[in-house]
């Protein structure tokens, strides 16, 4: 009895020693550029420990091999991820520096991938581009500008950072660089929801989120100033920069309709004979609200900009038709077909994106990988009060937690 009770002892110190050594972690963070304003850090090694504790309650896993293995891939991984974003660039436009452990190996994971080589040691898939430059590979996840980018990230000095500076505890984090702080917003892996938050982060969006959810609406939002100006940059614009905006508001519903198409053709007797034939369309019926201290030069600018045509429709929209219409505090935008009253909201500034059937079929441009991702997305939250920031991803209901159904 003795024997076994020293083994099992043993065992179990071994056991600490060795999560000891593998939790030790390089955090000197080598591969963010010096012209970075954000970054996306994940902590490699508790990933795996979240995989393998998730794994252990979902015996169906168990035979099949680990997802998050990357002996094959050719890459060095390190023990903290680093997805950067550059300033003055598109919100779509990140980046990720990785070493070559082994260039064939490397090459053969891309081949099975369906990357394509384009020219210049970049390597493309949809959105995806890759450029190869000695030990290093630089990976994009937009095409737009890629060359030009990746060639200024191998070039460019680091910021020598290190993970304390921007992670605790979660198992990753997202941080923007201000000019006098940085901005640190923790990143969890739930069973069915991904969130992004400040640390501090108290529980006061859950009733909030609740009585949106149990809305229609596909889209509804209110944004003060300051959370305008956040989206605003997002899409790497500076409207809120030439002009007063106090808060705006949307609220917006997908409806399936039927587009009447007129063709013509000539019969027998050549004479003109008129077709009609009709296909479904998706188009959104929305109401948009701009509070400003100065509508006469908010109207103004959207004239300057040319968004207002002689039919007093806003064509920044794509969605037509529409009409806009000013009052003393106010620009309104609403969709002509149907119109749709924001009614009551919740306090602070919000978005809640809903997902539905039709929406998939709104955005036609996207691969086939994208639909199917989307479609596993029941809807997108953001909410703000004071200094409190909170992002949620809600997951549709799966068998497996999200961690273990990638």
């Known amino acids: 009895m003795k024997k076994i009770l020293v083994f099992i002892l043993i065992v179990f110190v071994l056991a600490i020693v060795g999560y000891f050594f593998w939790s030790l972690k390089d ?16 902590d490699v090694k508790k990933l795996k420990e979240q995989y393998f504790f998730s794994s252990l309650k979902h015996p169906s896993v168990w035979f099949e091999g680990s997802r998050l293995n990357s002996k094959k891939n050719g890459l060095i991984i390190p023990d903290y991820i680093q997805i950067f974003h550059l300033e003055n660039t598109n919100f779509s436009q990140w980046y990720s520096i990785f070493e070559i452990k082994n260039k064939d190996n490397f090459l053969e994971f891309l081949k099975g991938k369906g990357f394509k080589i384009a020219e210049n040691n970049i390597y493309k898939k949809d959105r995806f581009s890759v450029k190869i430059e000695a030990s290093k590979c630089v990976i994009g996840f937009s095409n737009s500008s890629f060359e030009e980018k990746s060639n200024l990230i191998l070039k460019s000095k680091t910021k020598g950072l290190y993970a304390d500076q921007l992670i605790n505890n979660s198992v990753a984090s997202v941080s923007y660089f201000a000019k006098s702080k940085i901005h640190k917003f923790a990143v969890y892996l739930n069973d069915d929801n991904i969130e992004i938050k400040t640390k501090t982060v108290q529980d006061i969006f859950s009733s909030q989120i609740s009585d949106l959810e149990k809305q229609t609406q596909f889209l509804k939002l209110k944004l003060d100033s300051k959370n305008a100006k956040i989206v605003s940059k997002l899409f790497n614009e500076n409207l809120i920069d030439s002009i007063d905006i106090n808060s705006v508001s949307a609220i917006s519903e997908l409806e399936s309709v039927n587009d009447k198409i007129v063709s013509y053709a000539y019969d027998d007797n050549f004479n003109e004979v008129e077709k009609v034939s009709y296909q479904k369309l998706v188009q959104p019926n929305y109401t948009i609200n701009v509070q400003s201290s100065d509508v006469e030069k908010l109207w ?29 505090f106010e620009i309104s935008i609403q969709s002509t077909r149907k119109n749709i009253n924001f009614g009551e909201s919740p306090s602070g500034s919000f978005i809640l994106l809903k997902n539905n059937l039709l929406f998939v079929d709104l955005l036609k441009v996207l691969s086939p990988s994208d639909k199917k991702s989307i479609s596993k997305v029941n809807y997108l939250y953001y909410g703000n009060k004071g200094d409190y920031y909170y992002l949620k991803l809600q997951l549709k209901k799966d068998k497996l937690p999200f961690i273990l159904s990638q």
């Open 27 to 42: 955090k000197d963070l080598k591969l963010v550029p010096k012209d970075a304003d954000a970054v996306v850090l994940i």
């Open 300 to 328: 103004s600018y959207f004239q300057d900009k040319k968004w207002i045509n002689a039919e007093n429709q806003f064509t920044a929209i794509p969605f037509q038709p529409n009409v806009i219409k000013k009052n003393s």
